[in-house]
């Protein structure tokens, strides 16, 4: 069955420097999301993407934050100079079309990202 | 502003009982709710429930909507240790346009042998 592929597992960096998450959504997908979960906490709606630009952010998607298709497979989450908050859990999700017409998000395994 | 509350927050059980997992949500407009199992990593997908009282049913498991009561119940029956997880439920309100989930912040099952 086809999958949300996210790289690296793991990311640890040291604060203030950018870090890039990467995903490879479903091939025939067509929405791509970004999505965190601190610790302890619940998923958090970060950005949505379609058609090569973000349809809807969240406050929490401030202006250190970018997302990038550079070609026809990833999709990457940038951030820019990273503060101690940004740790946790970064998820990748994609659906073949929106809501509306009921499909659900599939999730990636996620990136475990640590700010030192 | 658009709220989605799970119970418990957690529950223990023994391997072979039935449990029903509580979701309630406060959104502006109503379009779908979700839920997704979450064990070490990624969400996965269950259920997505768009009518009132209609039951979906993947083996064990079951999930119906009451849309008047804003709510949805995730039930396990005959529960394995495998079924041991966070349960997320989450909230689709048709007036945003990009599609994201508002989620609950789940409830945590561990099922003993």
């Known amino acids: 069955e086809p999958e949300v592929t996210q790289t690296p597992s793991h990311q640890v960096t040291q604060m203030g420097q950018e870090v890039i998450l990467r995903c490879v959504p479903i091939?025939?997908?067509?929405?791509f999301y970004w999505y965190r979960q601190i610790l302890g906490q619940k998923v958090e709606f970060l950005v949505s993407?379609?058609?090569?630009?973000?349809?809807?952010k969240s406050e929490i998607f401030d202006d250190q934050f970018s997302v990038e298709r550079p070609d026809g497979s990833n999709f990457t989450l940038k951030i820019r100079s990273t503060k101690l908050e940004d740790s946790a859990m970064y998820f990748c999700?994609?659906?073949?079309?929106?809501?509306?017409?009921?499909?659900?998000?599939?999730f990636g395994d996620g990136t475990r990202l640590s700010i030192l | 502003e658009d709220k989605v509350v799970q119970s418990p927050l957690s529950l223990v059980v023994h391997e072979g009982d039935t449990v029903t997992l509580n979701c309630s949500y406060e959104v502006t407009n109503f379009r779908s709710l979700l839920w997704y199992k979450q064990e070490k990593k990624a969400p996965t997908f269950l259920f997505m429930l768009t009518s009132s009282g209609i039951e979906k049913k993947s083996g064990r498991l079951s999930s119906i909507l009451d849309k008047k009561e804003l709510s949805s119940i995730l039930n396990i029956t005959a529960t394995q240790t495998g079924d041991s997880a966070i349960y997320l439920c989450a909230v689709d309100p048709s007036s945003n346009t990009g599609n994201q989930f508002y989620f609950g912040t789940g409830t945590s099952l561990t099922v003993i042998p």
């Open positions: 999700a994609s659906s073949a079309l929106p809501q509306g017409y009921r499909q659900p998000q599939h």
């Open positions: 993407f379609y058609n090569n630009e973000i349809s809807e």
């Open positions: 091939s025939n997908h067509l929405y």
